[in-house]
């Protein structure tokens, strides 16, 4: 049994998947892996930016890129960014020891709950690049260890959108953990990790939740529809968040600040945003962790810091929950990921 995939690194004896340089992703399956066709690959927020930017806005140029570092590294991990994201795929075997086995059968369609950084994958061709929505419809073939999280594809919400979601559920999953009733919420970054956040941090009950991103338009609709307060700004500004923080919350600040901006360079804004004793998730892949822990030493901020854990117990079924009962965030939503 390798529950972790350690078979399937080449040339690095003990070293994980996620960690490891290269994978292996050729046939036959193992016993305790499930082997899935392959239909898109929704890439993390983070590493599609930097793709974006790399390629100048050139969807073929982006697809070729994507296709050269799965080929090169047997996974998509970016290199530049470390990140990866999740996929959709159909389920063609399901090995005898692994987990699923009596749970799913071949052709039942699957989101992957665990990173592409540790999922090894072969594409035979990358199909249609969505620059808007981060999304990449390809042909080929990934395997899944048994530790790996997955969840089958509900009936009652268009696919796009349902893997929109799976790619961010543990965001709004760790807001519903830490908000308590009566909260200051910041959210730094409005796209739809920042529209999950802020709606279930009012589902907790906030008595004040903030979003902030540069783009006006997009705190714009979150305020429209009553899940928070715009707040137009430059999150890598730290000292101009920190003035309109201050006057937002009449000089509490936040006791709880999400992270979840695709842009490096704003962990100071988080910090300084948070009051005494409060918390800052960073769920951003664009974060640097050491900017984030010397920054708060180097302010005298006395915070508990959060790296953002992409698995929270329950995250699917909760994000999934959520934008059944929110039609408003629904709507926004299936908007932007469309089929």
């Known amino acids: 049994m390798d529950p972790y995939g350690l078979?399937?690194?080449?040339?690095?004896?003990?070293?994980?998947?996620?960690?490891?340089?290269?994978?292996?992703?050729?046939?036959?399956?193992?016993?305790?892996?499930?082997?899935?066709?392959?239909?898109?690959?929704?890439?993390?927020?983070?590493?599609?930016?930097?793709?974006?930017?790399?390629?100048?806005?050139?969807?073929?140029?982006?697809?070729?890129?994507?296709?050269?570092?799965?080929?090169?590294?047997?996974?998509?991990?970016?290199?530049?960014?470390?990140?990866?994201?999740?996929?959709?795929?159909?389920?063609?075997e399901v090995g005898p020891q692994h987990p699923a086995q009596g749970r799913l059968v071949p052709g039942d369609r699957v989101a992957t709950l665990v990173s592409l950084t540790l999922t090894p994958l072969l594409l035979r061709s990358v199909d249609t690049v969505d620059l808007s929505a981060d999304r990449v419809d390809v042909s080929g073939h990934a395997i899944l260890f048994a530790s790996g999280l997955w969840a089958k594809l509900p009936p009652d919400l268009p696919e796009a959108l349902v893997l929109a979601l799976l790619d961010v559920c543990g965001a709004p999953a760790l807001v519903a953990r830490h908000v308590q009733a009566g909260a200051r919420v910041l959210v730094i970054g409005a796209g739809k990790s920042g529209a999950l956040c802020c709606a279930q941090a009012k589902r907790n009950g906030a008595r004040q939740v903030i979003a902030a991103d540069i783009s006006a338009a997009a705190v714009a609709r979150l305020e429209k529809l009553g899940y928070a307060e715009g707040l137009a700004i430059d999150a890598t500004r730290a000292m101009d968040v920190h003035a309109a923080i201050v006057e937002a919350t009449?000089?509490?600040?936040?006791?709880?600040?999400?992270?979840?901006?695709?842009?490096?360079?704003?962990?100071?804004?988080?910090?300084?945003?948070?009051?005494?004793?409060?918390?800052?998730?960073?769920?951003?892949?664009?974060?640097?962790?050491?900017?984030?822990?010397?920054?708060?030493?180097?302010?005298?901020?006395?915070?508990?810091?959060?790296?953002?854990?992409?698995?929270?117990?329950?995250?699917?079924?909760?994000?999934?929950?959520?934008?059944?009962?929110?039609?408003?965030?629904?709507?926004?939503?299936?908007?932007r990921f469309k089929a």
């Open 7 to 92: 078979t399937r690194v080449i040339g690095q004896p003990g070293v994980l998947p996620q960690r490891a340089e290269r994978l292996d992703p050729s046939l036959p399956l193992r016993e305790d892996e499930m082997l899935l066709d392959v239909e898109r690959l929704n890439v993390d927020a983070a590493s599609f930016r930097q793709l974006r930017q790399a390629a100048g806005d050139d969807a073929v140029k982006v697809g070729a890129e994507i296709a050269r570092i799965v080929t090169e590294r047997g996974k998509m991990q970016n290199p530049v960014t470390g990140s990866g994201g999740m996929l959709l795929g159909r389920v063609r």
């Open 250 to 335: 009449s000089g509490a600040l936040c006791d709880l600040v999400v992270n979840v901006a695709s842009v490096p360079g704003t962990e100071m804004a988080s910090l300084l945003s948070v009051r005494k004793g409060g918390t800052v998730i960073f769920f951003s892949m664009a974060t640097s962790f050491t900017a984030a822990a010397l920054g708060a030493e180097g302010v005298g901020k006395d915070a508990t810091l959060l790296i953002g854990n992409g698995y929270v117990e329950g995250h699917a079924e909760l994000a999934l929950d959520l934008i059944r009962h929110e039609p408003a965030l629904r709507q926004l939503l299936e908007e």
